[in-house]
């Protein structure tokens, strides 16, 4: 069965400093994998999406993920974090052979210290 | 272009009463899909419509949930009656075709007390 894992379900970074969360799927075929981000009291805003191609995906806000098939891995990256960032981050695999649902890690809620 | 459109966003009913939830997708967007996350885990699924046709319900937690697209238009997804469980953040989104980027609505949070 499809299963996407976020293993950190808080993460508290400062302004400035780098950020990668950490996203591992189960998936029996090639996955098409999603990045979105929720902000207080907003809806979930996709980051960015790996289909096919070059593994590494640049998103909006300065994000960036890397498709790693053999770690089974899309983790999430930004070089310089802003407090703007603070947000929940959902990371999905799309079931395209099931009408396109898409199936959703446990989120991971991002603090940012000034 | 408008996004996705979710009324209410907040609805707190009493157990046994009914709610109905809405959803205006994008225009133009014939696929739909409803999911709901309930506090402390992860957003599931509950279903997808092409146009009017519902094409996998398979998440849909009980009978008592029902979700509607007449016209192929907007939808709506009705709890009757509601329980404590049903308790979440409901999600609708919408996309031009299967495999295209969903986007998503601002979800309507349900109390059930």
């Known amino acids: 069965a499809q299963s996407v894992t976020q293993p950190d379900i808080h993460i508290t970074v400062s302004e400035g400093a780098s950020l990668e969360l950490r996203c591992n799927y189960s998936?029996?075929?090639?996955?098409?994998l999603f990045w979105y981000v929720q902000s207080p009291g907003q809806g979930l805003q996709l980051l960015l999406k790996?289909?096919?191609?070059?593994?590494l995906v640049q998103g909006i806000k300065g994000f960036e993920a890397e498709f790693k098939r053999s770690q089974s891995s899309f983790n999430l990256r930004k070089p310089s974090v802003h407090w703007s960032d603070a947000a929940e981050y959902f990371c999905?695999?799309?079931?395209?052979?099931?009408?396109?649902?898409?199936?959703f890690g446990q989120g991971t809620e991002l603090s940012v210290k000034p | 272009e408008a996004g996705v459109t979710q009324f209410p966003s907040h609805s707190v009913i009493e157990k046994g009463q009914t709610v109905t939830l809405r959803c205006d997708p994008i225009?133009?967007?014939?696929?739909l899909y409803w999911y709901r996350r309930v506090m402390g885990k992860e957003i599931k699924f509950l279903l997808h419509?092409?146009?009017?046709?519902?094409?996998?319900e398979s998440g849909m937690p009980n009978n008592r949930f029902l979700a509607e697209r007449t016209g192929g238009t907007y939808s709506t997804l009705k709890v009757q009656p509601a329980e404590l469980e049903d308790s979440g953040v409901y999600f609708c989104?919408?996309?031009?075709?299967?495999?295209?980027?969903?986007?998503f609505g601002p979800g309507t949070r349900l109390t059930v007390l």
């Open positions: 998936y029996g075929a090639t996955p098409y």
């Open positions: 999905a695999v799309g079931v395209y052979n099931q009408g396109g649902k898409l199936i």
């Open positions: 419509f092409v146009k009017e046709s519902k094409q996998d």
């Open positions: 989104a919408s996309s031009p075709n299967v495999g295209d980027t969903q986007y």
């Open positions: 790996y289909f096919s191609g070059d593994t």
């Open positions: 225009s133009g967007h014939d696929n």
